[in-house]
């Protein structure tokens, strides 16, 4: 499920050559923690209401903040798993969405990734998602497919992505699974020293950690 596929519309964007008021009042229009930042089509990042109203120079331009502009985005060829840890930790409810050269082709919308991953095969019933911070030279992605399947799980989708909080800037393994013994899955990779970051739970029968897929849920759909 490609980003591109899922895109929003309905927010505004700002230019670089904005004013600072300008900006501020047009977050404000739009009720949004966050809008996209462009120059001509290209995005060049994120910017809050926040960071404009902390501006040194409140007259100027945003161009004056474009060393502090965030940069939460996804590309629209990704899958819309990638768009969940820059979600999580931004805190926005829509990430901006660019083409392989940086081209600004929308939004994408906290809510609807939250009702994808609700009713994407699981029913809300049978599996979950797991991060795994993978380091190519301690970790097999073949071993822990093996694992997985052992213990009767079926992983429907993978992707690698890039950790935003990972200061040392390893990737991070992202894998949808389809089990109805998601405990089991989790406890046997623990088990052969796989580092499980988050396990997020789409069932109601097992004693796993649904508290954290709860907050998933909360930074997606507040």
Not at 40 to 60: C, F, W, Y
Not at 81 to 97: D, K, R, T, Y
Not at 185 to 206: D, P, T, W, Y
Request: net charge negative; hydrophobic share 40%.
């Amino acid at each position: 499920m490609l980003a591109l596929t899922y895109l929003s519309y309905d927010y505004p964007t700002l230019s670089l050559q904005d004013s600072i008021q300008k900006g501020l009042k047009i977050l404000h229009q739009s009720k949004q923690a966050s809008l996209a930042v462009l120059d001509g089509k290209t995005l060049i990042g994120n910017v809050s209401e926040r960071m404009l109203a902390q501006a040194l120079h409140p007259d100027g331009k945003i161009d004056q903040l474009r060393e502090n502009i965030s940069h939460y985005m996804l590309e629209s060829e990704e899958d819309i798993l990638a768009s969940l840890p820059w979600f999580e930790a931004s805190g926005f409810s829509i990430l901006p969405v660019t083409d392989e050269d940086g081209k600004f082709q929308g939004y994408l919308e906290a809510k609807t990734v939250a009702g994808i991953l609700m009713n994407n095969g699981f029913n809300a019933t049978n599996g979950g998602i797991i991060y795994i911070p993978f380091h190519s030279q301690r970790d097999s992605f073949s071993f822990i497919a093996r694992l997985i399947e052992e213990n009767n799980g079926l992983i429907t989708r993978s992707l690698m992505i890039q950790n935003p909080k990972d200061p040392l800037g390893l990737p991070e393994l992202i894998l949808q699974i389809q089990t109805e013994q998601f405990s089991a899955i989790v406890q046997s990779l623990e088990r052969h020293n796989i580092h499980i970051e988050k396990a997020f739970h789409f069932g109601k029968n097992e004693k796993v950690d649904t508290g954290r897929f709860d907050l998933l849920l909360k930074y997606l759909n507040p």
